[in-house]
């Protein structure tokens, strides 16, 4: 067990909604990113936080966003759903922006729209 | 762009046996990590190389990085059934603003009794 917790563990909705996956990192971690893995593009990284500030952003669509709380959990909103978008979806947190930080894992969302 | 190549993509080996994965990579960095993936399970970390020569060691496997080559390695020795997951390396890509990762294809290994 990581210590990064993820809700909901699955998820299944129709193309043309919109679904929130939550995430909440490490004890004392203040960084927090968002990864898609699918069959067709492997893991990519989406975005990330540190501290309630974006700071890096991936191959996010623009029909995805995300936030960090004052408490450091986060969100990521994906709206207007295609089929394409059924994916496992990863959150890991590391303590800092620091090079030599590990990130840690949390057990996915696996979202699934059809 | 930062790409990351893993070979093989899919690994059958039977049980006893040695092998290697590589991991290459297109611009500099000085931080590998391996994961193991087991199906649809997190990933879990194996190994964070750091600095260019870094060998580390777990039980049946070892990892090491040529930072020059843009090269790390993941030799199993003595392959047990325990072991079949997706590996995956990735470079950490450190830029001021960001240590964001970015992952290799993945190995499947499947080791056989």
């Known amino acids: 067990d990581s210590g990064v917790t993820q809700t909901p563990k699955h998820l299944i909705t129709a193309t043309g909604q919109r679904v929130t996956l939550r995430c909440s990192p490490r004890?004392?971690?203040?960084?927090v990113y968002w990864y898609q893995q699918s069959l067709d593009q492997g893991l990519q990284f989406l975005i990330q936080y540190y501290n309630g500030e974006e700071r890096a952003k991936g191959n996010i669509l623009e029909r995805f966003s995300a936030q960090q709380f004052p408490d450091l959990h986060s969100e990521l909103n994906l709206s207007s759903l295609e089929l394409g978008d059924s994916a496992l979806y990863f959150c890991?947190?590391?303590?800092?922006?620091?090079?030599?930080?590990?990130?840690?894992f949390g057990p996915g969302t696996r979202l699934t729209v059809l | 762009e930062l790409k990351v190549e893993q070979n093989p993509l899919f690994l059958s080996m039977q049980e006893g046996k040695n092998y290697t994965i590589y991991c290459n990579y297109s611009?500099?960095?000085?931080?590998l990590y391996w994961y193991r993936q087991d199906p649809g399970k997190s990933l879990e970390s194996l190994f964070v190389?750091?600095?260019?020569?870094a060998v580390k060691q777990e039980g049946r496997l070892m990892a090491s990085l040529d930072t020059k080559a843009r090269l790390s390695t993941l030799h199993i020795t003595a392959a047990v059934h325990d072991l079949s997951a997706t590996y995956f390396c990735a470079v950490g890509r450190y830029g001021g603003a960001t240590n964001k990762l970015i992952f290799g294809t993945g190995t499947l290994l499947a080791v056989q009794p």
């Open positions: 004890s004392g971690d203040l960084s």
């Open positions: 611009t500099t960095s000085d931080r």
């Open positions: 890991a947190s590391s303590v800092s922006l620091a090079a030599l930080n590990e990130q840690f």
């Open positions: 190389l750091l600095s260019n020569g």
